[in-house]
């Protein structure tokens, strides 16, 4: 598969996008029937005749669930319908227990929204086309050794997720991020992320599926207005995958046109490794005989309850992000740095455990963010935690370690080994304050080095640092770097 | 309107229904005039008329959001035709990505 | 034992509740008169005779007890097979559902049970109630009791022909597009649709959700009327279910009084392609209600043309949707798993080899109607002209308080003759048809037999959507009256004819 530099590819072309997030609502029961709503329970124990889609069964609408759609319709600015039904997507496959899925069609419940992201600097303007409520299929397990489809013989299918609620948010094809595309994506969907778990509407886990989306990406050759053929993008399980695949839909793309070639109107597969697979073509597009729902009757929410709940939304995230700066007297620079990098919550979290803003905005960016990057996982995941950051930071200010030292401590509480204070114990990290022995240290560093020794002593100070390194590397680092400068010159001034 | 075998046979893939040559020759003409007696609804549905889907106007029927018990899976799984590790054993599946 | 067989629902309710006859009794007359006729009238799929013994047990041990047992306590009853009931298995007529096994019980099923109702049996159907014959059953045929080669109506002709042969004295079924009332109306019995939402449809196997409405079925109107009153209500678990009381029904019956009650023709029922036996006893039917007291007159329902067009597309579209769960996956036939074929080869496979004719049929139509490019002039149109026929029915509804018509433009016909002309069949449900898509209720009782033919004559009454009384209370008096001119029912008479011999029920004289 040949790919453009990803530069090249943006000198020749204008990406559009098209983002299709699923929700999973965390109802206690499912979207229409009582069956728990729970991830992880044995298979098959959470199904009935409803939500198995048994002859005789019928639905019956979870009041949450369409409180939770309305909320979530509202917190993106979108317009809630007077009145609106729901639908039959009408299609085979074996996780679907009816064979037609529960859906809206051309009446969703909420519509005409629009989010406004700020990735580094620059705001986009993201038009939501819809959101609307629909339900979820059962989970199919292949068989054989890979568990990939085309390899099975056969499948197995646990109808525990089958009815679960989700609410499906759609774009208008987002133009005009350039370059910027694969990192908008993910700062759009870091942004829903944000939103649901401050709604309280889902726990957005995306290595579980209950945060899911279809990235879509069209290239429109420069100075054209029509749009490309899109492909559609799916099993991208975390938001670094959705800056990942974007990034390469659009270098394969776009080396595709480049040779002439056209791009297929499809859905395809991400694969962790780095780089998609085609799947069922979108050229011939499913016919699903869309028609209203008649087993359910519309759902008409009125002004009054519109309002209640609009009552009901907490801080939008733009707005908490502005508050945060304030307070913690960030720069916009420092602010877009920490939104960028994700570190908002763990930030905040470090702050509310004892720890400065400016501290906590440093650990979390810099070496923090350097292991998670090595690591391949985001902040929230790594084996620290904020409170754990603060106590760090703490020992630092306490003077028990030095920055350096504490870079160590770090280390050894994400290898498991203990709380910083465990860790500082175990390993031996305390930074030694026995001035007995760093005066030892001193002269050691002074016998061993006489020519900077005697440098300092006519009065080139700039050379101590010669032995202030020395001496570090004899204590191991474990020394604080002022004070053996203090000792140095104190013997040698 | 004239509906062919050929067009019988895609709207029995639609439906997963194999239809037998046979019945493909039968039901096409049926179709075709059973089709033909039904396109008169054309005459009088005019833009003006809203259309009905439910013969009550109800709206807004919900349940509360509580969890009531499931079937115990050996009644889930007592009817499939096929089972294993208590799930569903189901045929193999063409041409998608899961 | 003939005596039991001959009474009604309300008659045996009381014999057993006051102790003269045991319920047991009643049940073993009834499983008897099955294992004696059923052979002939063929009208059921499976007969839960243990069970059956055992709940009328059940009641009589209750009543030993000193319990208070409820208006329909011991009484046996013949359940279509789209009722879903544990214990017994449901095929709705159907192979693809041959031998299975619900884990649930329907909503009504619950009621009948609370109400010591004795379930004999799951009587036959036109597969997954599509048909007004019962001869697209995937078993075999039911015949009418009247004349064994004729069809017994359908989709519910098991129910109606179980009636007919005194095989229960109480029946349910479900009226979609007639097809309680026009079995009724071909066996001499009582069939009754109530007001869509009135009846809940939890456990009911769907064929159009937007037009199914299960009902009773009974060989008088007071039984139908009680039979209606313990399984009508809301349920939470229909979202379609009416939230409302039920009119007082036993009372419409007590009252049966017509005297001032304004009566609508329907002038768009009658006419070429109507039987004129059966228009002349639906005319002397309209004269009986006049002596009553009633005031008879036309009303023109214009947009009734196009009923069984608007049908015949709402319907097959919502039985195309509602049968695909049908897919070999988690119950029911599955066909061609042979460790190569694909899911896709096995969902085509058992549904080609599973499903009769009637059903790919309706299914092939609704897929086609609802396909893109297709909706608006289909489906769309349909649901368009559903509009137009309330409008209809309101604008009667001002002027008079019910209509009626004939129940089916003809008497029974013979078993074959419409099998291979599939629009020649859709007709028998001309004038049911228009209360199904507008959602009122409807009942068809016997008016006399043809004079060309001597097979029954069905007459319909409809009422406003919640109106169920007013059906029950013309019902009622023109029964009474004609009974009364006839000096017995007319199944009474046909059990005491050289015909009827064979039902072996005695005679009432």
Redesign the interface.
């Known amino acids: 598969m040949s790919l453009m530099e990803f530069d090249d590819a943006l000198v020749a072309f204008d990406p559009v996008l098209g983002l299709e997030v699923h929700v999973e609502l965390n109802t206690a029961s499912k979207m229409f029937c009582g069956c728990a709503n729970a991830f992880g329970a044995e298979p098959n124990t959470q199904t009935c005749p409803v939500c198995l889609g048994l002859p005789g069964s019928l639905p019956v609408v979870n009041a949450r669930a369409i409180e939770s759609a309305i909320r979530i319709g509202l917190a993106l600015n979108c317009d809630i319908a007077q009145w609106c039904r729901f639908a039959r997507k009408n299609y085979f496959y074996p996780d679907m227990t009816k064979d037609f899925q529960t859906s809206q069609y051309d009446e969703p419940i909420a519509f005409d929204g629009f989010v406004d992201l700020e990735v580094d600097g620059e705001v986009f303007h993201i038009e939501i086309e819809r959101a609307h409520m629909e339900e979820d299929a059962g989970k199919l397990v292949h068989s054989g050794f890979t568990g990939r489809i085309g390899d099975a013989d056969y499948s197995l299918v646990d109808y525990n997720r089958a009815g679960t609620p989700l609410i499906e948010i759609v774009t208008r094809p987002i133009r005009g991020t350039g370059a910027k595309a694969p990192q908008v994506a993910k700062a759009y969907v870091s942004y829903l992320r944000d939103l649901m778990l401050a709604l309280g509407v889902s726990d957005v886990r995306m290595e579980q599926g209950s945060l899911r989306c279809d990235a879509n990406v069209s290239l429109m050759p420069k100075g054209e207005t029509e749009l490309g053929l899109r492909t559609e993008t799916k099993n991208v399980n975390s938001l670094r995958s959705i800056e990942r695949a974007l990034n390469y839909e659009i270098r394969r793309q776009a080396a595709l046109l480049a040779e002439g070639g056209r791009v297929h109107q499809e859905t395809r597969h991400w694969h962790e490794e780095g780089y998609t697979t085609p799947g069922r073509s979108k050229e011939q597009a499913e016919d699903y005989r869309y028609f209203p729902e008649p087993d359910l009757v519309p759902v008409a929410p009125s002004r009054e309850w519109v309002e209640q709940l609009r009552g009901t939304l907490p801080e939008v995230p733009a707005v908490r992000r502005a508050r945060l700066q304030e307070t913690w007297g960030f720069t916009d620079l420092e602010m877009q740095d920490a939104v960028n990098g994700g570190a908002l919550d763990v930030i905040e979290a470090t702050v509310a455990a004892g720890a400065t803003p400016q501290s906590a905005r440093k650990w979390w960016l810099t070496e923090l963010a350097r292991r998670a990057n090595e690591a391949g996982v985001e902040l929230a995941e790594l084996a620290i935690t904020p409170s754990q950051v603060a106590a760090v930071q703490a020992l630092v200010d306490a003077g028990t370690v030095n920055d350096k030292l504490a870079r160590q401590v770090i280390e050894g509480v994400l290898a498991g080994e203990g709380t910083p204070a465990e860790v500082v114990g175990a390993r031996g990290l305390a930074v030694v304050s026995d001035d007995g022995a760093l005066t030892a240290a001193v002269e050691r560093a002074i016998e061993a080095n006489p020519d900077v020794a005697e440098r300092i002593r006519e009065g080139k100070l700039a050379a101590a640092g010669a032995l202030i390194g020395a001496v570090m590397r004899d204590m191991r680092g474990q020394a604080d770097a002022a004070r053996v400068r203090e000792l140095i010159l104190a013997r040698l001034g | 309107m004239a509906?062919t075998t050929g067009d019988?046979g895609r709207?029995?893939?639609?439906?997963?229904?194999?239809?037998?040559p046979d019945?493909l020759a039968?039901?096409a003409p049926?179709?075709d005039?059973?089709?033909q007696?039904?396109?008169?609804?054309?005459?009088?549905?005019?833009a003006d008329?809203?259309?009905?889907?439910?013969?009550?106007p109800?709206?807004?029927?919900?349940?509360?959001?509580?969890?009531?018990?499931?079937?115990p899976?050996a009644?889930?799984?007592?009817?499939?035709?096929?089972t294993?590790?208590?799930?569903?054993?189901?045929?193999?599946?063409?041409?998608?990505?899961? | 034992m003939s005596a039991l067989l001959r009474a009604g629902a309300t008659e045996l309710a009381g014999l057993i509740a006051s102790g003269e006859v045991s319920a047991r009794e009643v049940t073993a007359a009834h499983l008897d008169q099955i294992a004696a006729v059923d052979d002939r009238v063929k009208a059921f799929l499976h007969v839960d005779g243990e069970r059956a013994l055992a709940s009328a047990d059940a009641v009589d041990a209750k009543r030993a007890a000193g319990e208070k047992l409820g208006p329909l306590a011991g009484v046996p009853l013949a359940m279509k097979d789209i009722f879903t009931m544990q214990g017994a298995p449901t095929t709705c007529g159907s192979r693809i559902l041959e031998g299975w096994m619900p884990p649930y019980n329907s909503t009504i099923t619950d009621k009948l049970l609370a109400a010591d109702v004795i379930v004999l049996g799951k009587t036959n159907m036109d597969e997954f109630a599509m048909g007004s014959s019962t001869e697209n059953s995937g078993y075999f045929a039911t015949h009418n009791p009247w004349d064994n080669a004729l069809i017994p109506g359908g989709s519910g002709g098991g129910s109606a022909a179980a009636l007919a042969a005194f095989e229960a004295p109480l029946a349910i079924g479900t009226d979609t597009g007639g097809s309680i009332r026009q079995p009724a109306s071909v066996t001499g019995t009582v069939g009754v649709k109530p007001t869509y939402g009135g009846t809940s449809r939890y456990g009911v196997v769907a064929m159009a959700s937007s037009l199914d409405t299960p009902g009773p079925c009974a060989r008088n109107v007071r039984d139908a009327a009680l039979l209606h009153s313990v399984i009508g209500g809301w349920d939470p678990r229909d979202s379609t279910s009416i939230n409302a009381p039920l009119p007082d029904l036993l009372g419409a019956v007590e009252r049966a009084d017509v005297a001032g009650m304004r009566i609508g023709v329907v002038t768009e029922f009658g006419g070429e392609g109507y039987q004129p036996g059966v228009e002349q006893r639906f005319s002397e039917a309209l004269a009986v209600l006049e002596q009553l007291g009633a005031q008879i007159v036309e009303v023109s329902c214009p947009n009734f043309e196009y009923a069984l067009a608007a049908y015949y597309l709402i319907m097959p579209s919502e039985v195309s949707s509602n049968l695909a769960r049908f897919d070999a996956m988690r119950y029911g036939l599955r066909v061609g798993d042979d460790g190569v074929n694909s899911v896709e080869e096995v969902m085509n496979l058992t549904r080609g080899a599973g499903f009769g004719a009637e059903a790919k049929r309706r299914i092939i139509i609704g897929t086609y109607a609802l396909s893109s490019g297709y909706y608006d002039a289909y489906y769309g149109s349909a649901q368009k002209v559903r509009t137009l026929i309330k409008r209809d029915f309101d604008a009667a509804f001002d002027k008079v308080d019910v209509l009626v018509s004939p129940t089916t433009p003809t008497t029974a016909f013979p078993i074959g003759e419409r099998v291979d002309d599939p629009l020649a069949m859709y007709k028998a449900d001309l004038c049911t048809i228009p209360s199904n898509l507008a959602g009122n209720c409807a009942l068809s009782l016997p008016v006399g037999l043809s004079p060309d033919n001597g097979l029954p004559v069905g007459f319909q009454v409809m009422a406003p959507v919640l109106a169920d009384d007013r059906l029950y209370r013309i019902g009622a008096a023109l029964e009474a009256e004609l009974n009364r001119n006839w000096g017995a029912s007319l199944l009474d008479q046909f059990a005491d004819s050289p015909a009827g011999a064979y039902l072996n029920v005695g005679s009432i004289r």
Request: charged residues 20%; aromatic residues 2%.
């Open positions: 509906l019988v709207l029995g893939e639609l439906a997963r229904i194999r239809l037998t019945e039968h039901l049926q179709l005039v059973i089709l007696s039904v396109a008169t609804v054309t005459e009088v549905a005019t008329v809203p259309p009905t889907s439910h013969a009550l109800l709206t807004n029927v919900f349940r509360d959001d509580v969890v009531t018990p499931s079937l899976v009644a889930v799984l007592a009817a499939a035709p096929a294993e590790d208590n799930r569903f054993r189901v045929p193999r599946i063409l041409g998608e990505e899961a």
